[in-house]
Each structure stands twice: as C-alpha cells, then as structure tokens.
C-alpha cells in the first residue's frame, strides 16, 4: 500500500528527497512518515507527520536538516534531506497509520504500514 521511492547515492553536503505514496486514501488523524535502519543497527525513528494539520516530528539526529511535508491530494508524503552526512547512510522506511496519537509517532510498532525500503547512501 506504500509506494517508496527517491533513493539513491550522494557525497556528503548534499541532498536527496524521498517520497512515499499511499494506494489508499489517506483523512483525518492518518499520519505518515520514515523510518530508517543503518547498516547493521536498529531501526530508528526520523520523521512523521499528521494529515490534519500537518504536525510535524523529527529526530533530533534530522531535525534542522530533513523536512517531511505531504501532499494530501496526492495522498504523497515526502521527505527532503539536505546536508547529508555519511551517519544518514541507511534504508529508509516509509510508514503509516490511522490511528496514532503523538506521543507514538516516533514507535516503529505503533505502525500497521510499511513500505519497502528504499536505500540512501551518502558518502564522505
């Protein structure tokens, strides 16, 4: 249901912008956003963001640097990277859910959707 995609190689100091397009329709307290798990690490939270409003998370290892936005008509959440460092080199995870609130945003289980990775890799 989720559709990933914008991912690829950049030297450090640049930038990429992934985008993630959901098949159904996203209303009310639908919230997406990334997931990202570097090599042989966890996964980590980076960004999400609510349809209505357009509320907005971030880690604190993105915050300043990355920008998630969507396009409700689109049902398109996307994500801008600038400034990448070589530390942001993993496989971004697209998510969703209807029904979370806040103080879950940030919890990969809270999430019933999962699009397939999508790898970034920024080299020094």
């Known amino acids: 249901q989720l559709q990933a995609c914008g991912g690829g190689a950049v030297q450090a100091g640049g930038s990429l912008r992934l985008s993630c397009t959901s098949s159904?329709?996203?209303?009310?307290?639908?919230?997406m956003g990334w997931f990202r798990q570097p090599p042989g690490r966890e996964r980590e939270f980076a960004a999400a963001i609510n349809w209505n409003g357009g509320n907005t998370d971030y880690a604190d290892s993105v915050k300043g640097r990355f920008t998630i936005s969507r396009d409700t008509a689109k049902n398109t959440v996307y994500l801008q990277m600038n400034s990448l460092k070589p530390e942001d080199t993993a496989v971004y995870y697209c998510?969703?859910?209807?029904?979370?609130?806040?103080?879950?945003?940030?919890?990969?289980?809270?999430?019933?959707?999962w699009g397939q990775g999508t790898l970034v890799t920024v080299s020094s």
């Open positions: 159904r329709r996203t209303t009310g307290r639908w919230v």
């Open positions: 998510v969703a859910d209807g029904t979370l609130i806040r103080s879950s945003w940030a919890m990969a289980t809270a999430y019933d959707y």
